[in-house]
C-alpha cells in the first residue's frame, strides 16, 4: 500500500458530445482525431495513471483498493462512505448550447440507487462575447409554464430561465436542483460531487444524424426543480500566504477550489489536508512535490496526491493552477479567509452552506450564502 503514497499524473477519460468541439487542445488536451470533444474528465473514475509503477491503473481502482491514500475520511464523509475518489474535475468545451438540465442532491439520488447527489461549481476559462449562462427559473415563471415547456422539448424551455452573461475568471456554484445550461461559445473547469447523474430536461430539440433526438428524464427531472435557486457569480477572496498569488473560487462540504498563479521560480508549500487534492495546470510549467517525489507538470495536467501529504509546488515558467480538496471549512477555509480580511458575508457566499449547515468557524448570527 505504501507504494501508492505519491503524486500520480492522469489521463483524462474524454467524450464526444454533439455540443462539443477541439478547443480543449488549446488548455493541453491531446485530442483523438475527427471528434467534437465535449468533456475531459480530469478525475473520472476511469481515468488512469499515466506513468510510473501504477501506469494504466485507473483512479476507480485505487480509491477502492487504497481508501486512505485516495478517498480519507473527509473524502468519505462527502462521498456518504462511499469508495470513491472524492473529486469529479472536468474541463468543458461547449461550442453548442448544453442541454437543459437539472441534478438530484444526496438525498434523492440516495433514494433512486445513484450515489453521490451532484453540486458543481463552474470556473470560466474562455467566453465568446454573448455567451451566457442559464441558471435558474426567471423571476415571475411558474413551475408548471417551465414544466410544460420542457414536454415540448423544442428548446423553449431555455426562454425561462435567467440569462448570466460570462466574462474569463468568472466562478458561479450550481447546487443540485437548479435548473441551468450553459450557452455556446463557453470552456470552462467544472468541479462537482463524484457523480455522472443529469436530468436533460430540454435538448434544444437536436437529433443525430439518424433524426434520434437524445433521452430527455422529465419524470426523474422535473421534480426535482428547486424554483428558488438562482446561482449568481461568486466574489473569488485572495489570501494572503507567501509569494504566490492565491484565489479562494468556491468552498462547500464537497469541495473546494482556489486558483495558484506564481511566477518562474517561486515555490509554494501547502500544508497536508485530510483529503485528497487535485492539482490542474492551466498554463506555464513547474513541479509538484511531496517527500521523495516529485512530478513535473505543463499545461493540461493533472495531478493527484494523496490524503495527508504535504505539498510543494514550484514554477519553471510563469505558471496557473487550480487546486481542488475536501476542506475542513473552518480550519482550511474560514480562518484563512478571515486572516486575509475578507467580511463574513463575503466569505459565506463561497457556498459554505451547501449541503449542510455550518456553525463551526462561520458567526451563527448571520445570514446563509
Known amino acids: 500500500m505504501t507504494r501508492l503514497a505519491q503524486p500520480l499524473t492522469l489521463r483524462p477519460r474524454l467524450d464526444a458530445k454533439p455540443w462539443g468541439g477541439r478547443r480543449l487542445a488549446e488548455w493541453g488536451i491531446a485530442l483523438p482525431s475527427n471528434e467534437r470533444i465535449g468533456e475531459a474528465l480530469l478525475t473520472a473514475p476511469e481515468a488512469t495513471v499515466a506513468s510510473g509503477d501504477f501506469a494504466g491503473a485507473t483512479l476507480g481502482e485505487l480509491a477502492r483498493l487504497a481508501p486512505e491514500t485516495w478517498i480519507g ?32 442532491d444526496d438525498r434523492a439520488a440516495s433514494a433512486a440507487s445513484l450515489g453521490t447527489g451532484k453540486t458543481e461549481t463552474y470556473h470560466i476559462l474562455a467566453a465568446e462575447p454573448g455567451s451566457v449562462l442559464y441558471l435558474g427559473l426567471a423571476p415571475g415563471v411558474r413551475e408548471e409554464d417551465f414544466a410544460t415547456a420542457c414536454l415540448r ?14 466574462t474569463p475568471g468568472m466562478t458561479i456554484l450550481i447546487p443540485a436542483g437548479t435548473a441551468h445550461a450553459a450557452g455556446a461559445g463557453i470552456v470552462l473547469y467544472e468541479i462537482q460531487q463524484p457523480s455522472n447523474v443529469t436530468y436533460r430536461l430540454d435538448d434544444w430539440g437536436r437529433v443525430d444524424a439518424g433524426g434520434k433526438p437524445r433521452a430527455l428524464h422529465h419524470a426523474e427531472g422535473l421534480p426535482l426543480v428547486d424554483p428558488s435557486s438562482r446561482p449568481e457569480p461568486i466574489a473569488p477572496i485572495p489570501l494572503c500566504d507567501g509569494p504566490a498569488a492565491r484565489t479562494l473560487l468556491v468552498a462547500t462540504r464537497y469541495f473546494a477550489l482556489e486558483r495558484i498563479v506564481l511566477a518562474a521560480g517561486e515555490h509554494l508549500q501547502l500544508a497536508a489536508v485530510a483529503s485528497p487534492q487535485a492539482l490542474t495546470c492551466l498554463a506555464g510549467t513547474g513541479a509538484i512535490e511531496t517527500s521523495g517525489a516529485s512530478v513535473f507538470v505543463t ?5 493527484v496526491v494523496p ?19 475536501v476542506p475542513d471549512l473552518a480550519r482550511e477555509v474560514v480562518n484563512p479567509a478571515r486572516a486575509a480580511g475578507a467580511s463574513e458575508s463575503t466569505i459565506r ?11 463551526s468557524g462561520v458567526d451563527e448570527g ?4
Not at 78 to 103: C, E, M, W, Y
Not at 153 to 166: C, I, K, Q
Open 73 to 104: 475520511a473527509r473524502g468519505l464523509e462527502a462521498t456518504g462512505g462511499r469508495k470513491l475518489f472524492p473529486l469529479l474535475n472536468k474541463l468543458i468545451d461547449a461550442q453548442a448550447d448544453l442541454s437543459v438540465q437539472v441534478h438530484p
Open 153 to 166: 422539448a423544442d428548446g423553449t424551455a431555455a426562454r425561462l430561465l435567467r440569462r448570466l452573461a460570462v
Open 299 to 303: 499545461m493540461g495536467a493533472t495531478v
Open 307 to 325: 490524503v495527508g501529504m504535504a505539498t510543494g509546488l514550484s514554477a519553471n515558467e510563469d505558471a496557473v493552477l487550480l487546486r481542488s480538496w
Open 349 to 359: 457566499q463561497l457556498g459554505l452552506s451547501v449541503g449542510q449547515p455550518i456553525t
Open 366 to 369: 448571520g445570514d446563509g450564502a
